[in-house]
Structures are given as C-alpha cells and as structure tokens.
C-alpha cells in the first residue's frame, strides 16, 4: 500500500467517523484531493484505482467518484469449486461480454483499460501480473455497463481468490507465458478500441482457452 493510498483510506475513515462521508457518500473532486492530500494528482489516481478494484469506491463518468453502497448478502463461488469449473465459466461468460463493451464503452473507459493492460507489460512478477490481470478482465466487464452481468461477473471472479486456484496460477506462470498473455491481452484492448465486437469475442476465447490450456495442463 502506497503513502498516499493510506492518507486516502485514512481520510475515508476519518469521514466515516464524523458522518462526513457514508456508503454513496460523493468524494471530493481529484482536484480536491491533491491538496487535502499534498500529493501528486497521479498518485491520487492510482489510490482510487485501487479503492476502485477492491470495491471500496465506484466511480462514474460525468457524476464523480463516490463510496460504495452496502453490498447486499450474496453468494460466491463454492469452495471445493475446481479449476476446470472456473475456466468453463470463464469461457461461457467473458467472450460476450467483451463483445458487447467493444460496442457500448465510454472513452474513458477505454483509458482506464488501457492503463490496465500497460501496467501489466510493465509487471515484472507473478504477483504483480497477476493483479493486473483481474483488473484488466474486470475493467472489461465494467466497461459493458450492465449490473446483472457485473454481479454474475463478480461471483465468478471470487473463484480467483480459492487457494486451489492461486496455487495452480503460481505454478504454471512463467516469464515466457506472461509475456504471451500480454500479447493476448493486447489483441482484445485493440479489437474493443476499434469497436470490433466480434473481433473482441474472438480474441477473449481465444486467451481464455489458452489460460485453461496452461492451467490444466493440456499444453
């Protein structure tokens, strides 16, 4: 956790206390923030980029950046959940979605995917990667701008945090195959930034079919 990420959380909590800030609550302006925070602006940015993946903020374009709701009870993926289980839903549900954010993204979202996928070429281990990776996919799916499948999206990603499946990742993940699923990486952010939906569909199977070839050993 960065200096600034903790004066933010500090300030978030801070806020809570004295009821300034409450789940929904707007957050100051990036602009704001630097000077409370006396930090560079993109350092803010990439405390909120974090606060962001963990679900601790949500931010929408045009409207601001604003504290979560409190989420409702709800189910994550079973704990004897396997890997081929994981991977099969992957494949059924991320292929579409990617095609239908090559449709509707915003620019902005874009920008933020892009910053995903260029700070995870600039990873220089596996739990660095490994972290941009699910907020590249995520950003993906955010960038569909539908609730319904951001929940099923989200059920599925708790999968990712199952110690079968960590395991299983550091096992199998080498310099030689980050590199190749950043080369894979790319071929989606492309297709999504010239609004090729099934150019996007079609490169999504094509990288999760590899990731689950890697996995489960069938390459």
């Known amino acids: 956790m960065t200096a600034v990420e903790h004066s933010l959380r500090s300030l978030l909590a801070q806020g809570a206390e004295d009821g300034t800030f409450g789940p929904g609550s707007k957050l100051p302006t990036e602009r704001d923030l630097v000077e409370r925070l006396s930090a560079p602006r993109s350092a803010i940015r990439r405390a909120l980029e974090a606060l962001?993946?963990?679900?601790?903020?949500?931010?929408?374009?045009?409207?601001?950046?604003?504290?979560?709701?409190?989420?409702?009870?709800?189910?994550?993926?079973?704990?004897?959940?396997?890997?081929?289980?994981?991977?099969?839903?992957?494949?059924?549900?991320?292929?579409?979605?990617?095609?239908?954010?090559?449709?509707?993204?915003?620019?902005a979202d874009l920008d933020r995917i892009g910053r995903c996928l260029d700070r995870g070429g600039e990873a220089d281990g596996f739990e660095a990667f490994e972290a941009w990776d699910a907020r590249l996919h995520r950003a993906i799916a955010e960038a569909a701008h539908n609730g319904l499948l951001m929940n099923m999206?989200?059920?599925?990603?708790?999968?990712?945090?199952?110690?079968?499946?960590?395991?299983?990742?550091?096992?199998?993940?080498t310099p030689e195959r980050r590199r190749c699923y950043h080369t894979e990486h790319t071929a989606i952010v492309d297709a999504l930034r010239d609004r090729d939906p099934d150019g996007a569909q079609v490169a999504m199977h094509r990288h999760l079919h590899n990731v689950a070839d890697s996995l489960l050993g069938r390459r």
């Open 153 to 173: 999206f989200d059920v599925m990603n708790t999968a990712r945090h199952l110690p079968v499946w960590g395991s299983l990742k550091r096992r199998t993940s």
């Open 52 to 107: 962001e993946h963990e679900g601790v903020i949500v931010r929408h374009v045009g409207r601001g950046t604003f504290l979560a709701e409190a989420p409702a009870p709800r189910r994550g993926a079973p704990p004897d959940t396997s890997p081929a289980e994981i991977m099969q839903v992957r494949l059924v549900l991320e292929p579409p979605v990617a095609a239908l954010a090559a449709r509707v993204a915003t620019q």
